[in-house]
């Protein structure tokens, strides 16, 4: 039997980490806290992480570059970001940077648990009697199951578990033009806000990440429609 996920909070505020540890705890997963950078690295390196929640002001370093320095160590590790609710900037930059999903304070924690469980579906495990098929587009192949992205050398593709999600909706829908509204349903279960940027950045960093920056050749950007994969796909069924 599988274990349940272990979640990291990292917030400096004790009430918060009592509160959320508690929560979580009763909810069935693993909780295990920090209350700064130092002890965010003892836990790291003393535990399996699955998730990390991590609030971006803390008394020994900024969350935004402590979520830059995970990310570049450890490409498929989920981040969600807990942030104040007038600091859009910090949120739009903690995507660019790498983290899966924000959070504004003061937040209601039964919705931190709704983004925690979207994000582990999306960079989650599959069932092992489920056969999911894998893509090929523009010299890159796609393994849904392994949730491996390759070139054409065979070299893999370090993708966030946001922006593997992205593509997968893009790649189960070759040539449809999708909304930024629909994306956010399809990737987030939720509906966008007027004034949410994150599908842009996921787009922005997705494109980077397959060369396709500047040239658009793979996606394309559709005036007042959204985006489109526009490059062929071909699938086939995983026969393993």
């Known amino acids: 039997m599988k274990a349940s996920p272990n979640i990291l909070v990292v917030d400096d505020d004790a009430e918060i980490r009592r509160l959320l540890g508690r929560y979580l705890d009763q909810l069935g997963f693993r909780v295990v806290l920090a209350a700064d950078h130092r002890e965010l690295e003892a836990q790291l390196a003393a535990h399996r992480i699955d998730l990390v929640v991590l609030d971006v002001?803390?008394?020994?370093?900024?969350?935004?570059?402590?979520?830059?320095?995970?990310?570049?160590?450890?490409?498929?590790?989920?981040?969600?970001?807990?942030?104040?609710?007038?600091?859009?900037?910090?949120?739009?930059?903690?995507?660019?940077?790498?983290?899966?999903?924000?959070?504004?304070?003061?937040?209601?924690?039964?919705?931190?648990?709704?983004?925690?469980?979207?994000?582990?579906?999306?960079?989650?495990?599959?069932?092992?009697?489920?056969?999911?098929?894998?893509?090929?587009?523009?010299?890159?192949?796609?393994?849904?199951?392994?949730r491996r992205v390759a070139d054409a050398a065979g070299t893999a593709i370090p993708l966030t578990g946001a922006e593997f999600e992205l593509l997968s909706v893009f790649l189960e829908r070759p040539g449809r033009v999708l909304s930024r509204d629909q994306l956010m349903d399809l990737t987030q279960g939720r509906a966008a806000d007027p004034l949410d940027r994150s599908i842009d950045v996921l787009m922005s960093r997705l494109r980077r990440k397959l060369g396709d920056g500047g040239a658009f050749q793979i996606f394309k950007t559709v005036r007042n429609g959204g985006y489109q994969l526009s490059a062929r796909v071909d699938s086939e069924g995983d026969e393993a």
């Open 57 to 146: 002001l803390l008394p020994d370093g900024s969350g935004l570059e402590i979520c830059r320095s995970l990310r570049a160590r450890r490409p498929t590790l989920p981040i969600i970001l807990l942030t104040a609710l007038k600091e859009e900037v910090d949120r739009i930059i903690g995507l660019e940077i790498g983290a899966d999903d924000y959070l504004g304070k003061p937040f209601n924690p039964r919705e931190l648990v709704a983004r925690i469980r979207a994000v582990l579906r999306r960079s989650g495990e599959v069932e092992p009697q489920e056969r999911l098929p894998r893509y090929r587009f523009a010299g890159f192949t796609v393994d849904t199951v392994a």
